[in-house]
């Protein structure tokens, strides 16, 4: 399923025109629940089920919440209980559905990628995977904005991992490219597409080059920079909102806690998202908190991202989505933070030369 895609020039593609494009979309939801980019408020876009093709926004820059929240939902219920004589437990049943998923920029898709990684270790979590296991990708390629990044952290704007289909707007319309075998039989079942045969010619965006070091020394960046004074700078700022968290397309920590009726007989037990950015995060019982100030805090936020998942998975837990940084109220952007964590190693490897000689 997210085997390495090969690079566009080399696979199969066709064109849609615009009316062709918005078929192909009614095509799709003749055959599952499609997702998609709908407008969702003057200059804001967000995934929903797509009932209207006309409604299906193709050319966004990015939606409010990642599409993580059709396999980890905001808030659900993972077990109904009654406790009226013998407690009964049971847990609701998830609803396996086929969904294409249409219009999916390449940073959205490697997210699910890692979360899929970070769901599988240890104990698999079962609810994400049922709800994920029968899912198809279709990509689109983006302009990136002044707050992507991901070019700099290695997602290419074209690359295709994880997709079934892959579309590049184009004059008029847009380019198909054939990724997999389901993306084929939807193409061939469609029939409508014009085949190009001729050489592509495509333009590729400008390489981003806005974090001041290769992304891949940011592990060892990170290793010298706990002590920072990098982090109480950006806290003088923090709000401690948690938006940062429940905008990221990476982030999955959540609470659990039990909710019973009036009536003390039954209850539910409920998962909602949680945020480490929140005071009480990090509170145990006793009332100690592991992480009492929004400097700790932000700084757990980014070693999670650069260092701690990291260290175990060989890959970086941020795609570069810059979701963080633009819904931020105090406008506290992700990249003039890691650039000063940069500019702090740099002083620090400069100041340890001048010692030893
Ligand atoms: S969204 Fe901005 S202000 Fe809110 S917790 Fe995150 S960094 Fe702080
Ligand atoms: S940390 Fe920010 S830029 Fe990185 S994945 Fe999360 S929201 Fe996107």
């Known amino acids: 399923m997210n085997r390495q895609a090969k690079d566009i020039s080399e696979m199969k593609c066709c064109f849609f025109d615009q009316n062709t494009t918005k078929q192909f979309i009614e095509f799709l939801m003749s055959k599952a629940k499609v997702i998609a980019p709908h407008r969702k408020g003057e200059k804001s876009f967000s995934f929903q089920e797509t009932h209207n093709p006309e409604e299906v926004v193709l050319n966004y820059n990015r939606t409010i919440q990642p599409i993580k929240k059709f396999f980890m939902p905001p808030r659900e219920t993972l077990l109904e209980f009654e406790l009226n004589g013998k407690p009964k437990v049971k847990k609701p049943e998830i609803k396996i559905e086929e969904r294409i998923f249409l219009?999916?920029?390449?940073?959205?898709?490697?997210?699910?990628?890692?979360?899929?990684?970070?769901?599988?270790?240890?104990?698999?979590?079962?609810?994400?995977?049922?709800?994920?296991?029968?899912?198809?990708?279709?990509?689109?390629?983006?302009?990136?904005?002044?707050?992507?990044?991901?070019?700099?952290?290695?997602?290419?704007?074209?690359?295709?991992?994880?997709?079934?289909?892959?579309?590049?707007?184009?004059?008029?319309?847009?380019?198909?490219?054939?990724v997999d075998e389901t993306g084929h039989r939807y193409l061939q079942e469609f029939g409508k597409g014009l085949p190009l045969d001729a050489e592509l010619q495509y333009e590729r965006p400008e390489p981003t080059k806005k974090l001041k070091m290769h992304y891949n020394r940011l592990p060892q960046i990170?290793?010298?920079?706990?002590?920072?004074?990098?982090?109480?700078?950006?806290?003088?700022?923090?709000?401690?909102?948690?938006?940062?968290?429940?905008?990221?397309?990476?982030?999955?920590?959540?609470?659990?806690?039990?909710?019973?009726?009036?009536?003390?007989?039954?209850?539910?037990?409920?998962?909602?998202?949680?945020?480490?950015?929140?005071?009480?995060?990090?509170?145990?019982?006793?009332?100690?908190?592991?992480?009492?100030?929004l400097d700790s805090r932000t700084r757990h936020r980014l070693y999670r991202?650069?260092?701690?998942?990291?260290?175990?998975?060989?890959?970086?837990?941020?795609?570069?989505?810059?979701?963080?940084?633009?819904?931020?109220?105090?406008?506290?952007?992700?990249?003039?933070?890691?650039?000063?964590?940069?500019?702090?190693?740099?002083?620090?490897?400069q100041h340890a030369a001048v010692t030893v000689s």
């Open 103 to 178: 219009g999916i920029h390449s940073y959205d898709m490697k997210a699910i990628r890692l979360l899929d990684f970070s769901f599988d270790r240890d104990k698999p979590e079962a609810n994400y995977f049922l709800r994920r296991q029968k899912s198809v990708f279709i990509g689109i390629a983006y302009e990136p904005d002044e707050y992507h990044f991901a070019q700099d952290l290695g997602i290419d704007v074209y690359d295709t991992t994880g997709f079934s289909l892959f579309m590049v707007p184009a004059e008029k319309g847009f380019l198909i490219f054939e």
């Open 222 to 293: 990170f290793s010298h920079v706990y002590d920072s004074p990098v982090w109480k700078k950006v806290a003088e700022r923090c709000l401690g909102c948690g938006t940062c968290n429940l905008v990221c397309s990476t982030c999955y920590c959540f609470d659990v806690f039990d909710e019973v009726n009036l009536n003390i007989k039954e209850g539910t037990r409920e998962r909602t998202w949680d945020s480490c950015m929140l005071n009480p995060f990090a509170q145990v019982a006793g009332g100690e908190n592991f992480r009492p100030t």
């Open 305 to 349: 991202k650069f260092k701690y998942l990291t260290d175990y998975s060989g890959e970086l837990h941020c795609i570069g989505c810059g979701r963080c940084s633009y819904f931020c109220p105090a406008k506290i952007s992700l990249v003039e933070i890691i650039n000063e964590l940069i500019e702090d190693y740099n002083r620090q490897q």
